[in-house]
C-alpha cells in the first residue's frame, strides 16, 4: 500500500525548494492564503510529471501576481513583459515545436493589457496551452478594476461598483474565444470544492494533451480566489465564487473540437523554404544560382550578419537594408528586416536592423551587431558601444567627424557620402556602402544585390549608377589600408 507521505509528495515538476528569498521559509510560495494560484500551480505540476513531459515543458510568467512562475516550476521558464505571453509562446512554439509551451496569465494580463494578443494568438491556432486565472481583479497591484470585474463589484478603481453604462461588462474570454474557428479546446473551471477540482484537474490535463497530440490551441479559464484584494476570508472567497462569480461566469466546456483533429494536424514548424521554393513565390528568374555560397571564404563573424543601419531620413538607410536582406534571401538564406525611424520623411532619425542567417531567426531585432553602419555623428556616438568585439564598423566620415574609440572592432572610414557626389548623386552613398560591405564580409555575391536592387528600386533607370557605387565602395575597401 502507498505510504502517506508518498500520496503527499511535491511533484518533481516543482523544486524541492524555493528560492526566491534565501531567508524564507523555502517550501512556501509567495502566494497570500486560499489564493487560486497556488491551487492551479498544483495541478499544472501534476500533470507535467505525470506525463514525463518536464524536461521539454516551457512554462511563460506574466506581469501579475503570478509572476513568479520561475521560481516554483522546475521547466524551462521565460517571464514576459505584460500581457505578451501568447506572443512569446508562439515564437517559442514555432522554433520549438516540440517544446511544450504553457502561457499562464492573470486577466488584467490577458484580458486587458494582452487582449489583442491572446485575440490573435486563438484565431491562429497556435499549438500552445493558456491557463487563464481569472479573479475579477488586479490582484497583484492592490486590487484594481480589471475587464472581468463582476457587475456592482467594488475595486479600488471603481469604488461605487463597476456599472455597465461606465465601466462596461464583464468580459467572458471563453465565450469570446470560443467563437473562433481555431482554437480546439477551451473549458472554463473553479477551484472551490472536491468536485470542481476534479474538473479543474481534468481539464487541465486536457489541454495540456492536445498540446501533446498537436491539436492546437487551448484555454483553461480558471475562476480562481483572491482573498487579499477581494477583502475576504480565503472560506468567504470560495463562497463569493460559486455564489456571485459563476453566475456571470457559468462553468462548462465552451470549445471542444479536439476528436475532429487528426493528431499532429496543428504541430507547426518554422520551415526553411528552399530557395526554388522562393523563386517561384516571388516569381524570381534567378537560376541556377549558388545557395549555398562558399562558406569557407566568408570570415567566421560574418556567417551569420546581424546587421545595424544608422543615420538620419533621406540617407537611403532603409533602402541599403532591404537590399541586404532581399540579397540575403535570394542567396537561399534566411532573412529579416525592420525598420525604425522618427515621424518626419526626411531629417529625423532612421536606422534598420538586418539579420540573414542559415538558420531560422528567432527574433528580427539587433542588439548586439556585428557589422555597424553609422552615416552620421549620432549613430556612431549612439551605437559603436553595441557592436561585437571583432565586429566591422564602416561609418561615413563624410558626415562624421569624430573619431570611433573602441580598439577590439575593425574600422573602416568611408567618405561614402562624397564619393556618391562624384559619382553623381548623393543619393547613391548607400550603395557605396554596399558595396564596402561585400569586399569586406563576402557573404553576398554583387550579381545578386543587383538582381535584388532591380526588385526594391523603383526607378530602374538608377540601376547603372547604383552599380557603378556599388563597384566603387569594393574597389575602395580593397585597397583601404587600416
Ligand atoms: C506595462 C505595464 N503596465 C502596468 C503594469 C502594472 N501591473 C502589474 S500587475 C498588473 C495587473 C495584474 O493583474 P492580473 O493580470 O489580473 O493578475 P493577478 O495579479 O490578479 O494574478 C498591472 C496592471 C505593469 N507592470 N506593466
Ligand atoms: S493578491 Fe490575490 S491573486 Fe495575488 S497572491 Fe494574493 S490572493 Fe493571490
Known amino acids: 500500500m502507498a505510504q502517506l507521505k508518498d500520496v503527499l509528495k511535491k511533484p518533481s515538476s516543482f523544486y524541492d525548494e524555493f528560492l526566491r528569498k534565501p531567508d524564507n521559509y523555502q517550501q512556501d510560495t509567495h502566494y497570500c492564503p486560499g489564493c487560486g494560484h497556488g491551487i492551479l500551480h498544483k495541478l499544472i505540476a501534476e500533470a507535467i510529471e505525470d506525463f514525463g513531459i518536464k524536461d521539454r515543458t516551457i512554462m511563460i510568467s506574466p506581469v501579475g501576481c503570478s509572476v513568479f512562475v520561475y521560481y516554483y516550476f522546475d521547466t524551462g521558464n521565460f517571464q514576459v513583459a505584460h500581457g505578451r505571453a501568447p506572443a512569446v509562446a508562439t515564437g517559442i512554439k514555432r522554433t520549438h515545436p516540440d517544446a511544450i509551451v504553457i502561457s499562464y496569465q492573470g486577466d488584467g494580463d490577458l484580458a486587458a493589457i494582452g487582449g489583442n494578443n491572446i485575440l490573435q494568438a486563438a484565431n491562429r491556432g497556435e499549438n500552445i496551452t493558456v491557463f487563464f486565472v481569472n479573479n475579477a481583479i488586479y490582484g497583484m497591484t492592490g486590487g ?245 568585439p571583432g565586429g566591422l564598423l564602416i561609418y561615413n566620415t563624410s558626415m562624421i567627424d569624430i573619431k570611433p574609440t573602441r580598439t577590439d572592432i575593425e574600422i573602416l572610414p568611408l567618405p561614402a557620402t562624397e564619393m556618391a557626389d562624384e559619382i553623381g548623386s548623393l543619393r547613391v552613398a548607400n550603395m557605396v556602402i554596399i558595396g564596402a560591405v561585400l569586399e569586406k564580409t563576402k557573404i553576398l555575391q554583387k550579381d545578386v544585390v543587383l538582381d535584388s536592387l532591380n526588385a526594391v528600386v523603383k526607378h530602374k533607370k538608377f540601376i547603372p549608377m547604383n552599380s557603378d557605387a556599388i563597384n566603387k565602395g569594393m574597389e575602395y575597401a580593397r585597397n583601404y589600408k587600416g
Open 144 to 388: 484594481q478594476m480589471a475587464p472581468t470585474t463582476l457587475l456592482g463589484q467594488k475595486t479600488m478603481t471603481s469604488p461605487y461598483g463597476r456599472k455597465a453604462t461606465w465601466e462596461g461588462y464583464p468580459m467572458k474570454v471563453s465565450e469570446l474565444l470560443s467563437t473562433l474557428e481555431a482554437p480546439a479546446y477551451v473549458e472554463r473551471i473553479a477551484l472551490t470544492n472536491g468536485k470542481n477540482l476534479m474538473k479543474a484537474r481534468k481539464a487541465v490535463r486536457k489541454a495540456i494533451q492536445a498540446q501533446i497530440d498537436g491539436k492546437g490551441f487551448s484555454l483553461v479559464e480558471t475562476l480562481s480566489m483572491c482573498p487579499s484584494a477581494w477583502r475576504m476570508t480565503p472560506v468567504d472567497a470560495k463562497k463569493w465564487v460559486e455564489e456571485a462569480m459563476m453566475k456571470t461566469f457559468p462553468l462548462g466546456v465552451y470549445k471542444d473540437v479536439l476528436d475532429e483533429r487528426e493528431v499532429g494536424s496543428w504541430h507547426r514548424a518554422l520551415e526553411t523554404v528552399p530557395i526554388e521554393k522562393y523563386h517561384e513565390i516571388l516569381g524570381l528568374a534567378h537560376e541556377g544560382m549558388e545557395v549555398e555560397g562558399d562558406v569557407e571564404s566568408v570570415p567566421k563573424i560574418f556567417r551569420n550578419p546581424k546587421v545595424l543601419i544608422a543615420g538620419f531620413g533621406g540617407q537611403g538607410i532603409l533602402l541599403l537594408g532591404q537590399t541586404l536582406a532581399e540579397t540575403g534571401m535570394r542567396h537561399g538564406w534566411n532573412s529579416t528586416w525592420i525598420p525604425s525611424y522618427g515621424p518626419e520623411m526626411r531629417g529625423g532619425t532612421a536606422n534598420c536592423h538586418v539579420k540573414i542567417s542559415s538558420d531560422p531567426i528567432g527574433s528580427p531585432v539587433v542588439s548586439e551587431p556585428n557589422i555597424l553602419i553609422a552615416m552620421n555623428k549620432p549613430s556612431l556616438e549612439r551605437f559603436e558601444k553595441d557592436l561585437a
